[in-house]
T-cell receptor, first 114, second 114 residues
């Protein structure tokens, strides 16, 4: 089945140690998104790619970076994780920007910072 | 500032009865509203949406109502089934051209018991 895959499902890192989360998709969608969801809070968009065009949200900390080497893969890099970055990170894709109902989500990666 | 609010963190309904999940918003510039459903260990999946030019959209057992004057929308599930037990997220899209941004509420956990 075509899908959005996130690896790993659980990631433990140390305070200040860079960490990378990965997302891949077999849907061949143009747009890929990264959301952060902290406990009991709403998912919050960090940034998205429309093909190779990167779009950062104004309030996304500089500590968060992203790479999209090809259509299928997108990475979230946290350069120096703090305790406040512990959260669920959700990757999503959509075929065309402007059609919100077509966002498909992966299962998420839960990040723990020690 | 939470622009999309789901004030009930949980709801418990008996099987066969109606489930009503509520969502309030503060931004009159939203042009599209969506409901997502999330099971444990899975990503959110799209359930139903409504454009701001409509006041009702129905899909099988699911109906979404939009009251623009009250800045309120609700999701009705009739009849409720145990498989509907999940977390339901309300989301809204700001009217801003071909934007991909969705603003989510904090979710309501629905439990349908036999």
């Amino acid at each position: 089945d075509a899908m959005v895959i996130q690896n790993p499902r659980y990631q433990v890192t140390q305070f200040g140690k860079p960490v990378t989360l990965s997302c891949s998709q077999t849907l061949n969608h143009n747009v890929m998104y990264w959301y952060q969801q902290k406990s009991s809070q709403a998912p919050k968009l960090l940034f998205h790619y429309y093909d190779k065009d990167f779009n950062n949200e104004a309030d996304t900390p500089d500590n968060f970076q992203s790479r999209r080497p090809n259509t299928s893969f997108c990475f979230l890099d946290i350069r120096s994780p703090g305790l406040g970055d512990a959260a669920m990170y959700l990757c999503a894709t959509s075929r065309t920007p402007g059609l919100p109902e077509t966002q498909y989500f992966g299962p998420g990666t839960r990040l723990l910072v020690l | 500032d939470q622009q999309v609010k789901q004030n009930s963190p949980s709801l418990s309904v008996q099987e066969g009865r109606i489930s009503i999940l509520n969502c309030d918003y503060t931004n009159s510039m939203f042009d599209y509203f969506l409901w997502y459903k999330k099971y444990p260990a899975e990503g959110p999946t799209f359930l139903i949406s409504i454009s701001s030019i409509k006041d009702k959209n129905e899909d099988g057992r699911f109906t979404v109502f939009l009251n623009k004057s009250a800045k309120h929308l609700s999701l009705h599930i009739v009849p409720s089934q145990p498989g509907d037990s999940a977390v339901y997220f309300c989301a809204a899209r700001p009217r801003r051209g071909n934007t991909d941004k969705l603003i989510f509420g904090t979710g309501t956990r629905l439990q349908v018991f036999p």
